[in-house]
């Protein structure tokens, strides 16, 4: 019989929470440490146009919000997780945005009366 060795260490099984500071802006190391995402990952993201990072004149150095960050994480769940492709995860993106500015209409609507 095969003995199998059960790792009893807490932080071996533990996630990082993410408490960020407010207006802090995180670049692709620290944002790919916080999100257990590869920086080529987060590159793709970018390119396929689910999360727009503010890039930081003059050297053009991109740099992530705490909400890129949690889309970030998000996308990453869809992809890898539900095996979503990208063009998928973009339309559900689009279609929450959509969705939240016709709340948003509806909102001013009813306050407007």
């Excluded at 790792?7 to 944002?31: K, M, Q, W």
Aim: hydrophobic fraction near 40%.
């Amino acid at each position: 019989m095969k003995k199998i060795k059960i790792n009893n260490d807490p932080s071996a099984c533990s996630l990082e929470i993410f408490h960020p500071r407010p207006g802090a802006l995180y670049g692709l190391d620290v944002t790919a440490r916080l999100t257990g995402i590869s920086r080529r990952s987060i590159m793709i993201y970018c390119r396929a146009g689910l999360v727009h990072p503010v890039v930081q004149p003059p050297y053009g150095i991109l740099e992530f919000t705490e909400e890129a960050i949690y889309a970030l994480r998000h996308i990453d769940t869809l992809h890898r997780t539900h095996g979503l492709d990208l063009p998928w995860v973009k339309r559900l993106f689009d279609l929450h945005h959509e969705v939240e500015r016709l709340r948003a209409e509806i909102r001013f609507l009813r306050n407007r009366d």
